[in-house]
């Protein structure tokens, strides 16, 4: 958000309250919308960023206000001891529900949060010392140095610092190295495990960071009512809250708070005008809300934040133009791997094996890539090059056969070990995550060459690391002549500079061996020459490169070594300029399999230039 608008949104909200004329309503209204933000705020870092949806967060709701409401009347615990004891409870439940549920895909998944969002609801509705379905009363306001908060006005001040609070811890998580990682648990979860990210823990964490912000509302909702009964903790909340992040923007922090003052001020309103209008006191106002949300998701996907700043970008100018703005600042440079000295085995592939059903993709291939050299892999569509690549990176288990990188057998291991080990790799279908800017893309791929963990992310204490990675990952997209673009959605690029994108999130890996799925398709000449070149030079400074590729020029100008394969079988290997004359090539080729090679096969003349 703009900082003018957030200095004015802040100045006003801290005025509010201040002035008399105010009504206690507002007042009243103002900190339901802050409790109902908090909660919010994990859903659109839970369902909106990380695609997991939950029906299930007024349970934790619950679970903050319980917890503080038994212990501070039970056994007179102050509330600001009440909120860690709430807030470790709630982190052990999310953690053991989050290990259990997250494992489920598809519509398991929020099937599963209904499940236990019911359990934990009747659990509160059940338990004698708990008071069963009248709950627990005679809280105690919080204090805070010796002023009691005991009145809306004063509540409103703590509501609403925490509120702000959560909204920066969550905004600069986001920007993160986690913040990175998570936003690719959406769309790019398969990629992000090659980057060597931990989807399954990441997943976790923001489950149990949106359970910890549901747990603080909590907590502040007991000592607002200063009673506490299981019916706010409910399914229909935990509705009402998802609703309020579609609504919002489920992708934007700040649609929070938008969405949650919407739904609130809207059924308050509902509430007062439908009896006038329909004359009956039912709740016809989810009829509407149910009305409302068909519409959102027909015409408003993404919620109202969206449209609210892209209008304000419309009238304001702001936004601009990217390219403009400078690279990040210059910062230490981030420790390098030894790399194998030239001429040694790097990846020995021994008689992997693929079979989808019956389909035997990958036959017993066998192959050598030795250090400081370029291998190029070749063969028509359908060969299985690509599946080759898959099993050799831990994307596919191999049916059999062994895969060994540096002398380790990496062929029973999950592709983010892989990665760690140096294997980096592009992919045939480019996998970005199109929405997130080219610098960011590629920062991604040096996920593992920093620590920096959630919590140093959430509190801004990861400024050097973070410059760090930037400025590794600027760097590598300007050595693929990326570097007009960093701030430019990644999405917004041409299929080619996509695929050159994916190479400098490789680089940024500082891989030992690079695994490049046709890297040069859909590129121009002279983009082509290019690439050439810094894979040229790569070579020369000791990378390691698996390269499969169509166009035969760039394959000879490039590779040491060729392998051919034709219906998953390894049909000739050797230097370039001997399998280009291979019989059985020939055939493969010309047998009318693939169109787009056999000219350039047959009728160019070897060119022994080509092959250094
Ligand atoms: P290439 O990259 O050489 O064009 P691929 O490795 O993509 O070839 O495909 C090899 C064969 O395996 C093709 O027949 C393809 O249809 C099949 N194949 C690839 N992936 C899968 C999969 N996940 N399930 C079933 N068949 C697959
Ligand atoms: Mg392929």
């Known amino acids: 958000m703009n900082r003018i608008l957030l200095f004015v949104f802040v100045i006003v909200l801290a005025a509010l309250p201040l002035v008399p004329a105010t009504p206690e309503f507002w007042v009243t209204q103002l900190n339901y919308i802050g409790l109902a933000s908090l909660v919010v705020l994990g859903l659109v870092l839970l369902t909106g960023v990380g695609g997991l949806t939950s029906f299930g967060q007024a349970a934790f709701v619950g679970l903050g206000a319980y917890a503080t409401a038994y212990l501070t009347t039970q056994y007179d615990v102050s509330p600001w001891l009440t ?91 986001l920007d993160s190295r986690p913040g990175r990682a998570i936003r690719a648990l959406k769309s790019g979860a398969g990629m992000a495990e090659s980057m060597g990210v931990n989807t399954a823990s990441y997943k976790v964490v923001i489950f149990v960071w949106a359970a910890l912000l ?47 003052s919407v739904i609130l001020v809207l059924k308050d309103q509902l509430q007062n005008l439908l009896p006038k209008l329909l004359d009956t006191n039912a709740n016809f106002e989810m009829i509407v809300f149910g009305v409302l949300l068909i519409l959102m998701l027909q015409y408003a996907r993404n919620g109202l934040w969206p449209i609210l700043s892209g209008w304000w970008e419309s009238i304001t100018g702001a936004g601009g133009s990217r390219r403009a703005m400078a690279p990040p600042p210059a910062a230490p440079a981030l420790p390098h791997r030894q790399r194998p000295q030239a001429g040694q085995a790097v990846l020995e592939v021994d008689a992997i094996r693929k079979e989808f059903g019956g389909l035997v993709a990958v036959n017993d291939i066998s192959f050598t890539v ?141 891989p030992v061996l690079l695994l490049l799925d046709e890297p040069a398709a859909g590129l121009r000449y002279k983009e082509k020459q290019d690439l050439a070149r810094v894979l040229e030079q790569l070579r020369d400074e000791g990378m390691s490169i698996l390269l499969v590729e169509h166009d035969m020029d760039f394959v000879m100008r490039l ?28 055939e493969a080729y010309l047998g009318g399999i693939d169109d787009d090679l056999p000219e350039d096969v047959q009728a160019r003349p070897v060119q022994s230039g080509g092959v250094q």
Not at 104 to 126: M, R
Not at 131 to 137: E, F, L, P, V, W
Not at 566 to 585: H, I, R, S, Y
């Open 214 to 260: 549901a747990c603080v509302s909590g907590w502040l909702y007991a000592h607002m009512q200063r009673a506490v009964s299981p019916s706010p903790f409910g399914l229909n909340y935990g509705i009402e809250y998802l609703f309020m992040a579609v609504v919002g923007g489920a992708g934007h922090v700040w649609g929070a708070i938008l969405g949650s």
């Open 370 to 510: 030795r250090s400081g050299e370029i291998m190029g892999l070749i063969g028509p569509n359908g060969a299985g090059k690509s599946t080759t690549f898959n099993l050799i990176s831990g994307v596919l288990p191999v049916t059999r056969g062994q895969v060994r990188f540096l002398g380790e057998r990496i062929d029973s291991r999950p592709a983010r070990e892989i990665a760690r080990m140096g294997v980096g790799r592009t992919f045939q279908h480019v996998q970005l995550l199109p929405g997130m800017s080219v610098l960011e893309n590629v920062a991604l791929g040096a996920h593992l060459r920093s620590d920096v963990g959630v919590l140093a992310g959430a509190l801004h204490a990861d400024r050097a690391r973070e410059a760090q990675l930037l400025h590794e990952a600027a760097e590598q997209i300007k050595r693929v002549g990326l570097g007009d673009y960093l701030y430019e959605q990644a999405g917004n690029l041409a299929l080619g500079q996509q695929r050159i994108l994916e190479i400098a999130r490789a680089l940024a890996a500082d």
């Open 83 to 173: 909120l860690p004891a709430g807030l470790a409870i709630t982190a052990v439940v999310a953690y053991l529900l989050g290990a259990i549920t997250l494992r489920l895909s598809g519509h398991y998944l929020p099937l599963g949060t209904i499940a236990w969002g019911l359990s934990l609801y009747f659990l509160f509705g059940n338990i004698d010392w708990l008071g069963k379905h009248d709950g627990i009363a005679g809280i105690e306001p919080i204090s805070v140095f010796g002023v009691s908060l005991a009145s809306g006005r004063h509540m409103y001040y703590l509501i609403w610092v925490i509120v702000l609070l959560a909204l920066w811890a969550t905004r600069n998580l």
């Open 559 to 586: 590779t040491n070594h060729l392998v051919v394969m034709d219906f998953g079988t390894k049909l000739a290997e050797g230097v370039p300029a001997e399998v280009q004359k291979n019989p059985a090539v020939l």
